[in-house]
T-cell receptor, first 112, second 116 residues
Framework: LAKTTQPISMDSYEGQEVNITCSHN???????ITWYQQFPSQGPRFIIQ???TKVTNEVASLFIPADRKSSTLSLPRVSLSDTAVYYC?????????????FGTGTKLQVIP | ETGVTQTPRHLVMGMTNKKSLKCEQH?????MYWYKQSAKKPLELMFV???????ENNSVPSRFSPECPNSSHLFLHLHTLQPEDSALYLC???????????????FGPGTRLTVL
């Protein structure tokens, strides 16, 4: 399973754009890159997923360079409610089910 | 109820007790997962059931025993646990597919387990 490395923590002021980078040097050809958000004492929640280039949805953008060895989650204009742990995962369907490894995540603290 | 539900939300048990955690998904998925999240540690995948068959067991001690009676329900039976087993236990579900790619996992709120 591809291992991911991301910063342990980040601070940001409200209204700023936050970029969290994840490195995954041994990503496999079939692997997708997925980001989850987790609030304390809750299960993780899917944010965004991509394979290459750029993906955007209503809450975030995901930038993936051509070599796919890293990815950047971009959160536009964060608010206090975006304070959470953000996990970067790489993985794919294996035998029909997801086989992924959660890393330690990045704890984002949004400051008023 | 929608999504993935887990009961109980909190559980305190002694080392000699037997208890069970329950997970139910209302999403029509056919794969279910148990994860363990200890303080300041990454989520650890414990078990995976795909099409009601256990397909993954990540070297979990036998004091944890999963059961998947159907595609909507998943149990984790607990017996003679240790204090270090205290953690947040999370259930998730997803839809399997014969094609490649990745299908989003939907997580429940978890059961906070404390072993005395």
């Amino acid at each position: 399973l591809a291992k991911t490395t991301q910063p342990i923590s980040m601070d940001s002021y409200e209204g700023q754009e936050v970029n969290i980078t994840c490195s995954h040097n041994n990503i496999a050809t079939n692997d997708y890159i997925t980001w989850y958000q987790q609030f304390p004492s809750q299960g993780p929640r899917f944010i965004i997923q991509g394979y290459k280039t750029k993906v955007t949805n209503e809450v975030a953008s995901l930038f993936i360079p051509a070599d796919r060895k890293s990815s950047t989650l971009s959160l536009p204009r964060v608010s206090l409610s975006d304070t959470a742990v953000y996990y970067c995962l790489v993985g794919s369907l294996s035998g029909g089910y997801q086989k992924v490894t959660f890393g330690t995540g990045t704890k984002l603290q949004v400051i008023p | 109820e929608t999504g993935v539900t887990q009961t109980p939300r909190h559980l305190v048990m002694g080392m000699t007790n037997k208890k069970s955690l329950k997970c139910e998904q209302h999403l029509g998925h056919n794969a279910m997962y148990w994860y363990k999240q200890s303080a300041k540690k990454p989520l650890e995948l414990m078990f995976v059931y795909s099409l009601e068959e256990r397909v993954e067991n990540n070297s979990v001690p036998s004091r944890f025993s999963p059961e998947c009676p159907n595609s909507s329900h998943l149990f984790l039976h607990l017996h003679t646990l240790q204090p270090e087993d205290s953690a947040l236990y999370l259930c998730a579900s997803s839809q399997t597919s014969a094609r490649g790619g990745y299908n989003e996992q939907f997580f429940g709120p978890g059961t906070r387990l404390t072993v005395l």
